[in-house]
C-alpha cells in the first residue's frame, strides 16, 4: 500500500510538474482513448533535455488511468540488438490495447526500418506505440500511404517565456530571480529545473549556474564528443550567431573542417537553416557558460577569433549583405554592458536599407526640418548636392515612402561654403586643425545625419540599421584616420559609444538644439585591433585619445576622469596585456589621471603606477595573497591560470577566489593613487597620441 500510494503522489507530481505541452498532450490523449481517426504510433522528438521523457510519463500515466497496460523501454540497453527489443517488447505482442513506450530510440535509430515494417506488425490487436529520440524520423512514415494515415510525428520544441516562467514559480523560484533562469535556459526544461536547484542568490545579486549545473547540462545535452575537434566546433557554434562552413574554417583552421561540420548539422540540437547552424539556445547557453567557467582564456580566445572572422566576412560581403555580417558581429555583444537595451543585433526584414534616390530628396529635407529644425535642413541639402553617395534612406518594405535617413560624410579637407553652411561641420573642423591634422591619403569619416522623425533618435529598428550601416562602413572603408559621429539626443547614447570606444569631442549650438560630436582615432587603433579588444569578455573599451578631461567632468567620487566601469576594465586589460608592449600602449588608462598630465613616457609611467599599487597590496596577509596571485597570473608571465596555480601552490579553485580578491584590491589601490593625482582643466579632448 505505501509503495503503491508513493509510486501514485510521484507520477501525480510529475504529471503537475508538466507546464505546457498542450499541443502533444492533446494528441496523445486522443490516441489514448482510442479515437477513430488517432494515430497508432506517435514519434516524439527533440534534443535532449526538451522534455521527452516527461511526455513519455504522461503517456504512461494516461494508459494507466484508462485500464491499459503499459511496457516501458529505454533504449539505450538494448545495443541497438532487434532480439533484445523483441524480448523486452514481448508483453506489447499478446496483450491487447497495450502501450509501448520507447525513450532515448536515438540508440536504437538502425532498427527503425525494422521496427516499422516487421516489429510492429507483430503487436497485439489494439497496441499503441511512442517513441522519444533526439533524431527526427525517416521518411518513409509519410511517405507510406498505410503509415502515414496511422503515424504522427511530434517535434517537441523549447517553452516559450510565460511557460518557463511558470515552470521555475511551480519550483519556488522568486520572481526576482526567474528572468535571469528563463534568459539562461533558453526554453529547456531540463536547464529550467537544473537552474532552479541552485540556490538563491543573495538579494540583488545576479543569478549564475553552477559548475555542478554545468557539467550536468553538458552532460545531458550535448553527450560523449567524438574528438577535441568536435569540442571546439561547438564552441565556435556557442559563440556565433550563425555558423557556416567558411567561419567554421577561419576559426579552427582546415583540419577536418569538412567532416566536422557535416557532424554538426546532423545533431539534434542543431537546426540547419538557409543561413547556416544555429543551435538551441539552452545549448547555446550552456556550452558558453561552461567554456567561461573552465577555461576562461580559452573563452576570450574563441569570442576574439569568431570576431575577427565575422570582421572579414562584413569586409566581404555586398553591400546589402553587409549589414547582416554586422548583425551576425555585434550578436557577440548582445548581453554586455545593457547595450541590447539600445542596440539590437536581430535582423530587420521589414526595413530597407536603400541609397539616397533624387525622389527622395523632398522627404528627406521636410523629416531633417521636422525632426531637428531649420538649420539642420540646410545642412543637409547642402550635403545632399555635395555628397549625395554618402546618404542612405529608410522606409518599410512594401511602401516607397522614407521614413528615415542616414548620411556619412568623407572628408579630407572641407571647402569653404562647407563650413559656411554647415555650423557642426565648421566647429569638428577647427577641432580636427587643432588637434588631429590629417596626414597624406588620410581622411575623416562623419556620421553626419541619423533622422528619424517622431522617434528621432530614439532606439528602434530604424536607428539599429542606422548604427548598423555606420560600422559597415568603419570596417570596410580604407584609409579612414578619425571617426565622427553626431548626436542630437547625446545621453541616451553616451555609454554605448563610450562602450565603443568614443568620446564627445566638440558640442555645437546650431539654431539652439545642440549637436554632440563623437570621435575616435583609428591612427593609434586600428579596426582589426579594435574588434578583437571588443571581443574579450573583461576589455575596456579603446578610446584612442589622448584625454585632457572627461567630456562628462571629472568623477570626483573615485579620483579618475573615466566611468567606474571603464576604470575597472581598464585595469584587468593593463594587467592582461603586460606583456604585450603594442596593446598596453593602447591601455584606456592613459587617459586617466594615473599618468600625469604632459608625460614624456605615458606608457612607463601607468607601468609605474600599477607596480607601485601591487607593491602597496602587501600591508595585511591577505594583500600578500592578492599580490603573488596578480604577479604569478600576469606579470610572471604564466601561460594559464591553471600554471598560475600550480605555481602558487594552491588548488585551482582556491587560486580563483585568491585572484578575483586580487583584482579587487588593486583596482581600489589604483582609484586611491588616481584620486591624489591633480584634476586637469583642459577644455577639450586631445587627439594628439
Known amino acids: 500500500m505505501g509503495a503503491t500510494g508513493l509510486a501514485d503522489r510521484l507520477a501525480a507530481a510529475r504529471a503537475g510538474a508538466l507546464v505546457g505541452r498542450e499541443p502533444e498532450r492533446a494528441v496523445l490523449d486522443r490516441m489514448l482513448s482510442g479515437a477513430a481517426d488517432a494515430p497508432i504510433v506517435t514519434y516524439l522528438h527533440g534534443p535532449g533535455g526538451i522534455g521527452k521523457s516527461s511526455l513519455l510519463r504522461y ?62 506488425l507483430r503487436l497485439a490487436d489494439g497496441a499503441l506505440v511512442v517513441l522519444a529520440s533526439r533524431i527526427a524520423p525517416d521518411a518513409e512514415w509519410s511517405l507510406d500511404p498505410g503509415w502515414a494515415r496511422l503515424f504522427a510525428e511530434l517535434v517537441v520544441r523549447p517553452l516559450d517565456a510565460a511557460r ?44 549564475e549556474p553552477t559548475g555542478n549545473v554545468l557539467t550536468t547540462l553538458v552532460e ?46 546532423q545533431l539534434p540540437y542543431i537546426e540547419a537553416t538557409p543561413e547556416g547552424l544555429h543551435p538551441h539556445d539552452a545549448v547555446r547557453a550552456t556550452l558558453a557558460a561552461d567554456l567561461r567557467w573552465r577555461d576562461p582564456e580559452r573563452y576570450d580566445d574563441v ?30 555583444f548582445r548581453d554586455q554592458g545593457g547595450l541590447k537595451d539600445l542596440y539590437d543585433w536581430q535582423a530587420h526584414p521589414h526595413v530597407e536599407d536603400t541609397p539616397l534616390q533624387p525622389d527622395d ?29 554618402g546618404f542612405r534612406v529608410y522606409r518599410y518594405a512594401g511602401s516607397s515612402a522614407p521614413v528615415a535617413f542616414m548620411a556619412i560624410l568623407r572628408m579630407e579637407a572641407p571647402l569653404p561654403e562647407d563650413c559656411a553652411e554647415d555650423p557642426v561641420i565648421a566647429a569638428l573642423w577647427d577641432y580636427v586643425k587643432a588637434a588631429a591634422p590629417l596626414g597624406p591619403g588620410e581622411h575623416l569619416g562623419i556620421r553626419r545625419f541619423a533622422v528619424q522623425p517622431g522617434r528621432h533618435q530614439r532606439p528602434s529598428p530604424l536607428m539599429d540599421l542606422i548604427s548598423r550601416r555606420t560600422i559597415a562602413a568603419e570596417m570596410r572603408v580604407r584609409g579612414r584616420a578619425v571617426t565622427f559621429t553626431v548626436f542630437e539626443d547625446a545621453e541616451r547614447w553616451r ?10 569631442v566638440v558640442a555645437v549650438d546650431a539654431d539652439g538644439r545642440k549637436q554632440h560630436v563623437f570621435g575616435r582615432d583609428w591612427r593609434r587603433q586600428p579596426v582589426e585591433q579594435w574588434v578583437e579588444h571588443r571581443a574579450r569578455a573583461m576589455v575596456a573599451p579603446e578610446a584612442g585619445w589622448t584625454a585632457a578631461a572627461s567630456a562628462g567632468g571629472p568623477d570626483d567620487e573615485h579620483g579618475d576622469d ?29 587617459h586617466s589621471r594615473l599618468v600625469p598630465h604632459g608625460s614624456a613616457d605615458p606608457v612607463a609611467d601607468l607601468r609605474a603606477a600599477i607596480t607601485t599599487a601591487l607593491d602597496a597590496l602587501q600591508v595585511d596577509p591577505a594583500g600578500v595573497k592578492a599580490h603573488e596571485a596578480l604577479t604569478a597570473t600576469y606579470t610572471s608571465a604564466s601561460r594559464t591560470h591553471k600554471a598560475a596555480a600550480r605555481r602558487l601552490g594552491v588548488p585551482y579553485g582556491t587560486y580563483r577566489r585568491h585572484l578575483a580578491m586580487a583584482k579587487e584590491r588593486l583596482i581600489e589601490q589604483l582609484l586611491r593613487q588616481a584620486a591624489t593625482m591633480p584634476v586637469l582643466s583642459a577644455p577639450r579632448l586631445s587627439l594628439e597620441g
Request: glycine share 4%; charged share 25%; proline share 6%.
Open 59 to 120: 503517456a504512461a500515466r494516461q494508459a494507466e488511468l484508462a485500464g491499459r497496460r503499459v511496457v516501458h523501454i529505454d533504449a539505450r540497453f538494448l545495443d541497438a540488438d532487434p532480439r533484445r527489443l523483441e524480448q523486452a517488447a514481448a508483453l506489447a505482442c499478446v496483450e491487447p490495447g497495450a502501450v509501448l513506450l520507447i525513450d532515448s530510440f536515438e540508440h536504437c535509430q538502425p532498427l527503425e526500418p525494422w521496427l516499422r515494417d516487421t516489429f510492429l
Open 164 to 207: 518557463s516562467d511558470a515552470l521555475l514559480a511551480a519550483r519556488g523560484v522568486t520572481e526576482e530571480q526567474r528572468s535571469a533562469l528563463v534568459a539562461f535556459a533558453g526554453g529547456s526544461p531540463l536547464a529550467l529545473s537544473l537552474a532552479a536547484s541552485v540556490p538563491a542568490a543573495a538579494p540583488g545579486a545576479p543569478w
Open 220 to 265: 545531458r545535452l550535448v553527450g560523449d564528443l567524438p574528438s577535441t575537434a568536435h569540442r571546439r566546433a561547438l564552441e565556435v557554434v556557442a559563440q556565433a550567431y550563425v555558423t557556416r562552413e567558411s567561419l567554421l574554417r577561419a576559426v579552427l583552421g582546415d583540419e577536418d573542417t569538412a567532416t566536422v561540420f557535416s557532424w554538426l548539422r
Open 303 to 332: 569570442r576574439v577569433r569568431v570576431s575577427v572572422a565575422c570582421l572579414q566576412a562584413v569586409r566581404c560581403a555586398s553591400e546589402e549583405d553587409a549589414l547582416v555580417r554586422v548583425a551576425e558581429w555585434m550578436f557577440l
Open 361 to 389: 530628396v523632398p522627404d528627406v529635407l521636410r523629416m531633417a526640418e521636422e525632426a531637428e529644425g531649420p538649420a539642420s535642413a540646410t545642412a543637409v541639402a547642402h550635403w545632399v548636392r555635395r555628397q549625395p553617395r
Open 495 to 504: 555609454r554605448y559609444l563610450a562602450n565603443a570606444g568614443l568620446q564627445e
Open 562 to 590: 573615466l566611468p567606474r566601469a571603464a576604470f575597472e576594465e581598464g585595469v584587468v586589460e593593463a594587467l592582461r596585456t603586460w606583456h604585450a608592449p603594442r596593446e598596453f600602449a593602447t591601455s584606456v588608462l592613459l
